[in-house]
């Protein structure tokens, strides 16, 4: 995009706000630096069709709003601050 930010699409292969079903994000991504990226609004769906929940606290949307993803390049991959990591697939 011409703003420097770009379209993702994450795909989960057990997504716990789905009851363990897989899981898309789907979002608008804009770099804070030369490793990070910020999704600020991303929009999660469950791929068997239930609907996305939090397990716990604030509503799913809430918690998840400007999510940071770290790149690590040595494994070409994405690091959510949970820990969990997103490659290529």
Do not use: K
């Not at 930010?5 to 789905?18: E, L, N, P, Q």
């Not at 809430?62 to 390049?73: C, I, K, T, V």
């Amino acid at each position: 995009m011409p703003d420097g930010s770009y379209g993702v699409t994450i795909r989960g292969d057990f997504a716990s706000f789905c009851d363990g079903a897989l899981s898309t994000m789907t979002a608008v991504a804009a770099p804070r630096d030369a490793s990070t990226i910020v999704i600020a609004q991303p929009d999660h769906a469950c791929d068997d069709g239930s609907q996305a929940h939090a397990l716990s606290g604030a509503p799913l949307e809430e918690q998840l709003r400007n999510l940071s993803l770290s790149y690590d390049s040595l494994r070409d991959a994405l690091i959510d601050p949970a820990g969990l990591e997103w490659t290529r697939g």
